[in-house]
């Protein structure tokens, strides 16, 4: 296995009605497996609990969180809103994501996830006390890393199926802070299908497809055993596994494996 430095951060659903039980059960589900969880924003473009409100249940319960904001849904000023509500929280590490093209109406237009960064170190200069700690996370693709993503403190890279694939980029690669490879749990066949049509960078290899079309629980399975492979390769500061609709059974596979 990995160092014990390795990080393991499990991505949570967040809800989309005003109720924050399915939440505690998964905190609580994967708390023996993760180190910490990754809380998306507006998750497949449905309203869901802001991100900032999950992130500070989750440290309520004892776990470090990364609350993810998207500059799609909001405006500059819905921005700094953000700050101060996590500020306040004590929320203090964040991932910034484009967003995915919205199912109705647009964008504002006001942000991207370069100005995010740059509105945020502002935003702690301002408020030293409450926000010195802050960190900005930015996503990657297998490929050249802008200078400008090197201003952020932590990287996470999109979901890969295939170790040589994410070994052979990270060779490529040189980033201050943490790296985190983007493992998911694939469900069934068909949704493997569905992401590959709605996202081309995204390849699922073939054997995974056949084993998974074999079998539902395939996917746990070769899921945790590539997370597993990321963590003993030493080439990563961790894993951003996506469990999806399976959280009990990633977290019953991690903690039979030994994962603590």
Not at 25 to 32: F, W
Not at 75 to 87: C, K, S
Request: with cysteine; proline share 5%.
């Amino acid at each position: 296995m990995g160092s014990p430095a390795f990080e393991w951060i499990c991505e949570i659903q967040p809800p989309t009605t005003p109720d924050l039980m399915h939440v505690r059960h998964q905190i609580g589900t994967l708390s023996k497996a993760a180190s910490a969880y990754l809380v998306p924003d507006n998750h497949v473009g449905r309203a869901t609990v802001s991100s900032v409100a999950v992130a500070h249940e989750v440290a309520q319960m004892g776990g470090r969180a990364i609350a993810c904001l998207n500059a799609r849904d909001r405006n500059a000023l819905g921005f700094r809103r953000d700050l101060l509500t996590g500020a306040a929280y004590g929320v203090e590490e964040f991932l910034f994501v484009y967003g995915d093209d919205p199912r109705a109406g647009s964008r504002t237009g006001q942000l991207t996830v370069r100005t995010m960064i740059d509105d945020l170190r502002r935003f702690s200069d301002e408020h030293p006390r409450s926000a010195g700690a802050f960190k900005a996370g930015v996503t990657t693709r297998l490929r050249a890393l802008p200078t400008w993503k090197q201003a952020a403190d932590l990287l996470f890279v999109q979901v890969s199926f295939e170790l040589d694939e994410l070994l052979a980029w990270r060779d490529t690669i040189q980033f201050a802070g943490p790296v985190y490879a983007g493992v998911m749990v694939l469900p069934s066949g068909s949704m493997a299908r569905r992401l590959m049509e709605a996202i081309p960078e995204i390849d699922v290899p073939s054997r995974w497809l056949d084993a998974i079309d074999r079998d539902r629980e395939a996917g746990v399975e070769l899921a945790c055993g590539l997370a597993h492979a990321i963590a003993d390769s030493g080439a990563f500061d961790g894993v951003h596994l996506v469990p999806g609709v399976r959280y009990r059974e990633t977290a019953s596979r991690l903690e039979a494996w030994g994962q603590p």
